[in-house]
């Protein structure tokens, strides 16, 4: 059974720094896009980065490119999304999520979900 536990989520001024963690179990991720997605309230899930698990190459979306960070940790089958020069507007709650290598930014293609962290930036 696939599992996706994120945590790290908080309250945080404008300016500051957040990790995110991703603890994903059940199978083998080596062949798997992993995804940060976000959701404010009244609007889409959007997409915020991905990571080849195998190669760790990387894509962001240009709203958070330069500021976020997206990384893996083989060993502890974590992916983590290091979030800095937090705004108000990065406000929402953030999901990670799995898909086949075939996954890209559109959040449809990924078969796995995490329940969400809450990160709220306050001005």
């Known amino acids: 059974q696939v599992q996706l536990v994120e945590s790290g989520g908080g309250l945080v001024q404008a300016g500051g720094s957040l990790r995110l963690s991703c603890a994903a179990s059940g199978r083998t991720f080596i062949r798997y896009i992993m995804g940060w997605f976000r959701q404010a309230p009244g609007k889409e899930r959007e997409f915020v980065a991905t990571?080849?698990?195998?190669?760790?190459?990387?894509y962001y979306a240009d709203s958070v490119k330069g500021r976020f960070s997206i990384s893996r940790d083989n060993a502890k089958n974590t992916v983590y999304l290091q979030m800095n020069s937090l705004k108000p507007e990065d406000t929402a709650v953030y999901y990670c999520a799995a898909g086949n290598l075939r996954a890209t930014t559109n959040r449809y293609e990924y078969d796995y979900w995490g329940q969400g962290t809450q990160v709220t930036v306050s001005s």
């Open positions: 990571i080849n698990w195998s190669t760790a190459k990387t």
